[in-house]
């Protein structure tokens, strides 16, 4: 790499060669030499995609709002190529980089991508036990969620974890949005002006909505740790299903994160309760029967400061521990998933009582799927629309109460009046 020094000193944002310079200072700068700019990485993705059209492809989708855009590649793993039929095959849905520090998030992303394309392999697992597997299964890796918070990460502010204009990704979903604990920082988890009001969360709903996936991970970093639902209760789902899923990350934790990893509900694992989270919404809403959020890394002793440190192992060999663990974690649950869902799990079975909100939420999408493409217009108008059912829905019952009133008035004013002879 040392070839590259010159190179990189042309690459490297200022930001960074001021970090770099100072021996002293409190915080680790981004190692250059273990980490890919979100610029280079989204190159690789890209190229091995072009790599491997018989297995591989890649899609960009772009959403904005009021003067702010967020662009989101989804690479999509399929024997089939674009041929592929998703309805036919175990889907799964995975996406990286949601929180802009978590750096090494995406570098997982792309080696289970590189994996997928055998370029390369893991230690230890059978290639024939593993193509049965991948035959079966649709995988759809977002890579670098948050791009916008990304590129403040490198250039700005090595601690954001928002997107590009201050919102916490991970809390601007529709269940439970909103309610804020006692602790609340806004700089760590502004929920945005209304659930869904950012473009990333907007395509992250879309694509889950029409893709209807069984497995859902959602991967982070800043601990160890394998949470299924919920995050905003201190308790999982009742029943054998949550039983199994915890089964499985007992399991996984066995294997992959040598006994290291919390196990639990988000919200019951962590001390605090979050709210309005994607991995609560795969859940209630979208009906993910597997719906995680791992956390594959995390540095306690790390200043709190230290965000680079604290949320990314900063040396060679913890680098390649954490992508060998972790990529070999998703291989298990590729090959698990499936046999789980056959078991124990249908997507009926996680119905459950809604709010009216998420009630709307899920029809209004599901109208758009059975119609396509064509009704994609009504999800840029969700939150109008739910909006002015509020509205109707109150007007309704004022009118109701208006009416009910004028009768009963006019019914004791009948009776108050003595009868005058005419
Ligand atoms: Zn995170």
Redesign the pocket.
């Known amino acids: 790499m040392a070839f590259l020094l010159p190179l990189l000193i042309l690459l490297v944002p200022p930001a960074f060669l001021v970090a770099n310079a100072v021996p002293n200072s409190t915080f680790t700068p981004i190692n250059r030499d273990l980490y890919h700019s979100r610029t280079e990485l989204l190159e690789q993705v890209k190229a091995l995609v072009h790599r491997h059209p018989d297995k591989l492809s890649v899609d960009t989708i772009e959403a904005g709002n009021k003067g702010y855009q967020a662009e989101i590649t989804v690479v999509t793993y399929c024997k089939m190529g674009r041929e592929c039929d998703e309805r036919s095959k175990f889907r799964i849905l995975l996406s990286f980089g949601?929180?802009g520090r978590?750096l090494i998030t995406s570098e997982v992303a792309l080696r289970i991508l590189s994996i997928l394309s055998e370029e390369q392999f893991l230690p230890n697992v059978n290639a024939t036990s593993l193509n049965n597997t991948l035959d079966k299964l649709i995988i759809k890796v977002v890579p670098m969620e948050n791009l916008n918070g990304r590129k403040r990460v490198e250039e700005e502010d090595p601690c954001e974890?928002r997107n590009g204009r201050g919102v916490d990704l991970?809390r601007n979903w529709s269940v439970d949005w909103g309610k804020k604990e006692k602790d609340y920082d806004p700089y760590e988890e502004n929920p945005g002006i209304a659930p869904f009001s950012e473009p990333e969360a907007q395509i992250m709903r879309k694509l889950a909505l029409s893709f209807e996936p069984h497995v859902w991970v959602n991967v982070?970093?800043?601990m160890e740790a394998l949470f299924m639902p919920y995050d905003h209760r201190n308790t999982t789902p009742d029943g054998l299903p949550a039983h199994r899923i915890k089964s499985l990350l007992s399991e996984l934790n066995q294997v992959h994160c040598h006994n290291h990893c919390m196990i639990g509900s988000g919200g019951g694992s962590v001390g605090y309760l979050a709210h309005g989270t994607a991995t609560d919404y795969m859940y209630d809403i979208v009906k993910v029967p597997m719906a995680f959020t791992f956390e594959i890394y995390g540095d306690p002793t790390a200043s709190s400061k230290d965000c680079f440190k604290m949320f990314n192992p900063v040396d060679l060999t913890t680098f390649n521990r954490v992508l060998n663990d972790w990529s070999a974690a998703f291989f298990s649950i590729f090959k698990l998933g499936p046999h789980l869902f056959d078991e124990s799990l249908s997507r009926t079975n996680t119905d459950k009582w809604v709010s009216i909100d998420e009630y709307l939420d899920g029809y209004l999408m599901e109208r758009r799927n059975r119609y396509g493409k064509k009704f994609e217009v009504l999800d840029l108008g969700m939150q109008e629309i739910r909006t002015y059912f509020r509205l109707f829905l109150l007007s309704s019952v004022l009118l109701l109460f208006m009416f009910c009133s004028r009768i009963a008035k006019s019914k004791s004013s009948r009776t108050g009046v003595s009868p005058v002879p005419v």
């Open positions: 949601q929180h978590e974890r991970n982070h970093s800043g």
